[in-house]
């Protein structure tokens, strides 16, 4: 996967899936992958949780990890409307203005706006995007779409008549030589369903995920084990199910008896195979 996705240079990569199902593993395990293979990567969050630097546990030249912080966000984004909209009222009603801001929706907006920051810098670079888990993840999909609609009808027409073409977050999102989705699950029945239900609300967002990962396959460890055997049978099934019609490409990293934290470890995962010497 990190091969592939290094040939195409530059653009939004998304990591998505239920809570605890390995998602920062793996987006900090592409992120080191990236850059092992020459390119500078900006690795971010938008999970409240924000374990991505402790999944790193380390620094490496060429990768810049941060988050979006909803209430920094929100901090930042109040500060900004009260130094603009409300630089020219007078005292009252800045106050009134404040006292708008503080409404739940201001957050929503905030974290939109930083998401948004984040898709356009994917233009020219490499972002990995470790979401939060698929509610939080959804509600930030929805106000994307919410923002591309109200673009589309505010613009609808003018646009059109003066020669200029409006570009959305979402629009991004749904351009697939721009943005990547990955789905990830365990190779268990509610997972997998769940990583299924996720993708069908992504395509109803007319976003088509790229590649799905099978994390945590004792299968794929090759172990022969008796007392497996009924696992491996339920893991087989679960995989077939997922190749067989879910997912356009199938990725599997097998059970690891440690965690892979640190630099180190997560780039073990995504080591490019040595090439055997010709013959």
């Given at each position: 996967?990190a091969?592939?996705?290094?040939?195409?240079?530059?653009?939004?990569?998304?990591?998505?899936?239920?809570?605890?199902?390995?998602?920062?593993?793996?987006?900090?395990?592409?992120?080191?992958?990236?850059v092992?293979?020459?390119?500078?990567?900006?690795?971010?969050?938008?999970?409240?949780?924000?374990?991505?630097?402790?999944?790193?546990?380390?620094?490496?030249?060429?990768?810049?990890?941060?988050?979006?912080?909803?209430?920094?966000?929100?901090?930042?984004?109040?500060?900004?409307?009260?130094?603009?909209?409300?630089?020219?009222?007078?005292?009252?009603?800045?106050a009134?203005?404040?006292?708008?801001?503080?409404?739940?929706?201001?957050?929503?907006?905030?974290?939109?706006?930083?998401?948004s920051?984040?898709?356009n810098?994917a233009?020219?670079?490499?972002?990995?995007?470790?979401?939060?888990?698929?509610?939080?993840?959804?509600?930030?999909?929805?106000?994307?779409?919410?923002?591309?609609?109200?673009?589309?009808?505010?613009?609808?027409?003018?646009?059109?008549?003066?020669?200029?073409?409006?570009?959305?977050?979402?629009?991004?999102?749904?351009?697939?030589?721009?943005?990547?989705?990955?789905?990830?699950?365990?190779?268990e029945?509610?997972?997998?369903?769940?990583?299924?239900?996720?993708q069908?609300?992504?395509?109803?967002?007319?976003?088509?995920?790229?590649?799905?990962?099978?994390?945590?396959?004792?299968?794929?460890?090759?172990?022969?084990?008796?007392?497996?055997?009924?696992?491996?049978?339920?893991?087989i099934?679960?995989?077939?199910?997922?190749?067989?019609?879910?997912?356009?490409?199938?990725?599997?990293?097998?059970?690891?008896?440690?965690?892979?934290?640190?630099?180190?470890?997560?780039?073990?995962?995504?080591?490019?195979?040595?090439?055997?010497?010709?013959?």
């Amino acid at each position: 996967m990190a091969d592939e996705l290094a040939a195409v240079g530059h653009g939004l990569i998304m990591v998505m899936g239920k809570g605890g199902v390995g998602k920062t593993t793996i987006a900090a395990a592409l992120a080191v992958g990236l850059v092992q293979r020459g390119h500078s990567v900006h690795l971010t969050t938008t999970d409240p949780a924000a374990h991505v630097a402790d999944a790193l546990n380390g620094n490496l030249e060429g990768l810049k990890v941060g988050r979006i912080d909803p209430k920094a966000e929100t901090a930042a984004y109040i500060h900004k409307i009260m130094a603009t909209r409300g630089k020219a009222l007078d005292e009252q009603g800045q106050a009134l203005l404040l006292e708008d801001l503080q409404s739940p929706c201001t957050e929503e907006v905030a974290v939109f706006h930083a998401f948004s920051r984040v898709v356009n810098e994917a233009r020219s670079a490499f972002v990995v995007l470790d979401t939060a888990p698929t509610g939080h993840s959804l509600l930030l999909m929805d106000a994307t779409g919410a923002y591309h609609r109200q673009m589309v009808q505010q613009y609808e027409g003018k646009a059109e008549s003066k020669g200029l073409h409006i570009i959305t977050p979402l629009m991004r999102l749904q351009d697939g030589n721009m943005t990547r989705v990955i789905i990830v699950t365990l190779p268990e029945v509610t997972p997998v369903s769940q990583a299924a239900a996720l993708q069908d609300d992504l395509r109803r967002a007319q976003i088509e995920p790229w590649a799905w990962v099978i994390n945590k396959s004792i299968a794929a460890t090759g172990t022969t084990d008796p007392l497996l055997q009924a696992r491996l049978a339920g893991e087989i099934r679960q995989t077939e199910r997922i190749a067989g019609g879910l997912a356009k490409r199938t990725f599997v990293l097998p059970w690891l008896p440690e965690a892979p934290v640190g630099v180190v470890a997560l780039g073990a995962l995504v080591e490019a195979p040595e090439q055997s010497p010709a013959a």
